[in-house]
């Protein structure tokens, strides 16, 4: 490959590189470039290698094969501290920030404008309002970091990026928490970067931005490079076909299912926010047998809030639900599970599933009352029928009693849809069911869900990906600022739509 | 160099998948079964190292002498584990001994007064006994509301009852010993020696109790949902609850079982030196919490066996003694026993690295395995 495309030249160029984690190859034979002074959209699905190959060139892991070269000469980046030497600089996701220390105390944080006797406070400041400023933000240096808006957060990771000389500046998902407004201005700092001659990496799942900010569009899939192009000769559907190797519209394949009787009702259900303000403003809604129902949203739309007041996580939620046209009002996680609710949360790690336990032990976790016998638990009956409820949704694990770590993401995500099934539940809601799946285990899990509402349960899932909620949902909610701004069918759905409703700035004018 | 890659990783994944199979079958897996057999490998050390530098160690007699020592640390350790189980701790139990002691040597020496009435009623063996216990088990309905209703820390809701319960039990009797507890026949309260030194079948009472705490607590932990619930609160409180379980009530459970155990552990000692002191069992936390992680448990809670726990107990029990009979002075042995505690802990933490290394391996491969062994069986 020539080191110049477009007249833009090559700044920074992974050859080769390849990277072998225990048995795994998370990057095979990789040939990344890095445009000066451009913006260099990195995609792929969850685990295509995204994640170690930034982490590769900011010294967080060392290549397996293949090299580095930077301005054309081979370097060896050993750790971050290294990989800052050469200018590069990584922002997470996560932003790894202080929220406990003040703005410029972050910005300074590991490189400390030091005197004799300590560290020189006032100088830092001063420094950290010449960055603020320089990016056009109105943030005050000694402001607790904890209490600023995530995009005030960002641009302060941003500063603390720019604090030092950085060449190439790695974003990872940079607008993943941020609002409309918060990307623009992200947006802008980023073309005054680029303008500098400041080289940036752009990781993000929002293909509409990519379009948008980036020069070169690079698609990485299954730890190889699958296509690089400048972005103004390709569309959304090119990147979408990229990343997942096939056509997206095969994806979720659709076909209609009869509608019965209303599973799950819900009226006026209203959460009020610590602080101020409603998680939930008077949601109303009512998911039928065989129906799915995706909820579409923005990040804060309330859309996990919603799922947490129908299991009956937020006592302190007003409003009323009924199962099946019973109530189920002032009960106990444990009683809504009893009369046929079931939800599968967002985090499978931090809330789905117990590491510590195995496979059948997890499944079985919601449904131990039902292996009661008077000797105790019928270890014999919770291990048939967690297998069959196990291979009846398709978990790909040799034993039962293997540990529930050893699954991938699509297998533990099975798992956790097991356990829901295991209950015999109604009225499944599933938050961000897709979430950090992989494509074949997506395809898979719609068609579980498809199944299941078949056989007569009704289905609520939430989603911020428009083309999961397009490709999956019979009726499409759209919630902004804890309301539900928008009901449409199959049909009359459109992503503009969609975009539209879920866009915070537009609820005065619905509710209006 | 892309072809020579991939045979690489073929080569990579067939052995490693075929290894991680192996591992990955909990139970089974020798290097877990290895692991998890650390405390039985350090009983037997201790056994060798010490018979060989003190005859009288390995002998009949004194085998008995130090088991019934272990079963005192033993019967604590087991309701301790149920704690950590759940990923909490428990360091009240050694006051909560103490406690029970007096109550129990209180009832049996002067009978329980009665001020505005000016009687005294006198309670036999049994009830004291569960009076006793009861008492536990009231500790450990303290320790658990305070956690879960108040929110406090394990640790400093326990640490409190560790300073009242021992303050409490001083109060029984202004600080002084409870000499007599034989009782009297005229009280039908004889016969509390029986429950430390008394023998059934030549076997010491002490040692039959241990065994029977040892059953129940093991019918507990692996066949009952309560038990299952514990491990699974202790791995992820939040995916319990999501699960429908009512985590309050469970971890209630586990301190009154603590309690419980304690308050039995009290008793014992109690019954053995036929006196209550209220300083019984002071620091005796330490030797619980020793033989919990000793035994495999770990200290993030969700992992660990009943099982583990005694033979924890015995290797902290063994070790005490041995180095009695070697002559080592219990400064010492307040050494010893504090670094065995943390190297166990050491030991868990790489135990634990190893395990997710394994398990994030595992998840690789372990598809296209199951996918392979379907294609051709």
Not at chain 1, 481 to 487: A, D, L, P, V
Not at chain 2, 287 to 312: E, K, M, P, Q, Y
Request: contains cysteine; proline residues 3%; aromatic residues 6%.
């Amino acid at each position: 490959m020539s080191a110049s495309r477009d007249g833009a030249d090559v700044v920074l160029r992974a050859e080769g590189v390849s990277k072998v984690f225990g048995g795994t190859v998370a990057l095979n034979g990789v040939d990344f470039n890095i445009y000066r002074g451009k913006v260099n959209a990195l995609v792929g699905e969850n685990g295509a290698g995204k994640s170690t190959l930034m982490g590769i060139l900011a010294g967080v892991h060392e290549p397996t094969t293949g090299r580095i070269l930077l301005g054309g000469e081979e370097i060896r980046i050993g750790s971050p501290r290294e990989a800052g030497a050469y200018g590069i600089r990584l922002i997470h996701q996560e932003l790894l920030l202080f929220p406990n220390l003040s703005v410029a105390e972050n910005i300074f944080a590991g490189s400390e404008l030091q005197s004799p006797v300590g560290v020189r406070l006032r100088e830092q400041e001063a420094e950290a309002a010449k960055l603020l400023e320089r990016l056009g933000q109105r943030v005050d240096p000694r402001a607790l970091l904890g209490d600023l808006p995530v995009g005030a957060q960002q641009m302060v990771a941003i500063c603390k990026a720019l604090s030092q000389r950085v060449r190439v500046l790695i974003m990872d998902e940079p607008t993943s928490a941020l609002s409309t407004r918060e990307v623009a201005s992200l947006f802008e700092v980023i073309r005054g970067l680029v303008a500098d001659g400041v080289s940036v990496v752009y990781i993000s799942r929002r293909l509409e931005e990519i379009l948008e900010i980036s020069d070169f569009v690079t698609v990485l899939r299954d730890g190889k490079l699958v296509a690089e192009a400048p972005t103004a000769e390709i569309d959304t559907h090119w990147i979408v076909e990229q990343m997942i190797g096939h056509d997206p519209d095969a994806l979720f394949p659709y076909e209609p299912r009869p509608v019965g009787r209303p599973l799950l009702e819900a009226e006026d259900l209203t959460l009020p926010r610590p602080g101020g303000g409603l998680w939930l403003d008077r949601v109303s809604l009512t998911v039928r047998a065989g129906e799915i129902v995706g909820v579409y949203g923005l990040m804060g739309a309330g859309r996990t809030e919603l799922l947490q007041t129908l299991i009956g996580e937020r006592p302190e939620a007003v409003g009323r639900v009924r199962v099946d046209g019973a109530s189920v009002d002032g009960q106990s996680i444990g009683g809504r599970i009893a009369h046929g609710l079931f939800l599968v949360p967002e985090d499978r790690q931090r809330e789905g599933l117990v590491q510590a336990l195995s496979v059948k032990q997890n499944v079985s976790l919601a449904s131990l009352d039902g292996f009661g016998t008077i000797a105790g638990l019928s270890l014999r009956r919770e291990a048939s029928e967690v297998g069959e409820v196990v291979r009846d949704v398709g978990v790909k694990v040799p034993d039962i009693d293997f540990e529930v770590t050893s699954l991938s993401g699509g297998n533990q995500q099975k798992v956790v849809v097991a356990k829901a099934l295991l209950t015999d539940p109604k009225v499944l809601l599933m938050d961000d069911p897709m979430r950090g799946i992989d494509v074949g285990a997506k395809t898979e899990l719609y068609r579980i869900m498809k199944r299941l509402a078949a056989g007569g349960l009704a289905i609520l899932f939430t989603t911020s990906d428009l083309m999961e909620v397009l490709g999956m949902a019979d009726r499409i909610l759209v919630m902004a600022r804890g309301r539900i701004t928008r009901e449409l069918t199959r049909d009359e759905a459109t992503s503009e739509a969609l975009v539209a409703a879920s866009n915070p700035h537009a609820v005065e004018a619905v509710a209006g | 160099m892309t072809t020579q890659l991939h045979t690489l990783q073929q080569r990579v994944r067939t052995s490693a998948a075929q290894e991680l199979l192996e591992q990955l079958r909990t139970p089974r897996g020798w290097r877990m079964l290895l692991l998890r057999l650390r405390a039985f490998v350090a009983l037997i050390a201790i056994t060798i190292v010490f018979s060989v530098i003190s005859s009288p160690f390995f002998t009949g007699s004194n085998l008995r002498v130090m088991t019934e020592h272990v079963a005192i640390i033993a019967i604590m350790a087991i309701g301790e584990t149920f704690v950590i189980l759940s990923a909490g701790i428990d360091l009240s139990v050694g006051s909560v001994a103490g406690l029970s002691g007096m109550i129990a040597g209180g009832l049996l020496n002067d009978g329980l007064v009665l001020h505005p009435l000016g009687v005294v009623v006198w309670f036999n063996v049994p009830l004291v006994i569960l009076i006793g216990l009861g008492i536990g088990a009231g500790c450990g309905a303290i320790n658990g509301a305070i956690i879960t209703k108040l929110g406090v820390a394990p640790f400093i809701a326990t640490l409190g009852m560790l300073s009242v319960a021992r303050g409490f039990a001083d109060l029984r009797n202004n600080g002084a010993t409870f000499p007599n507890l034989a009782g009297d026949p005229a009280h039908h309260n004889t016969g509390f020696d029986f429950l430390g030194t008394g023998n059934v079948l030549h076997v010491p009472f002490t040692i039959v109790l241990l065994v029977i705490f040892l059953v129940v607590a093991v019918y507990i932990a692996k066949r009952t949902a309560f038990g299952r619930r514990v491990y699974a609160i202790g791995g992820n409180e939040r995916a319990a609850e999501l699960a429908g379980i009512r985590v309050n009530r469970i971890k209630v459970g586990v301190y009154v079982i603590s309690g419980i155990c304690a308050a039995m552990t009290g008793l014992l000692i109690t019954s053995q030196l036929n006196a209550a002191f209220p300083d019984t069992a002071t620091s005796y936390e330490l030797n619980a919490i020793a033989a919990v992680v000793l035994g495999g448990t770990s200290l993030f809670g969700g992992r660990g066996t009943i099982g583990g726990t005694v033979i924890g107990a015995f290797v902290i029990g063994f070790l005490s003694d041995g180095l009695v009979l070697v002559g080592v002075s219990e400064f010492w042995q307040m050494v010893a026993k504090g670094s065995v505690i943390v190297a166990a802990v050491a030991l868990d933490e790489a135990q634990r690295r190893r395990q997710s290394r394994v398990s994030a391996a595992a998840a690789s491969v372990i598809e296209e395995v199951v996918s392979s062994e379907k294609s051709t069986g």
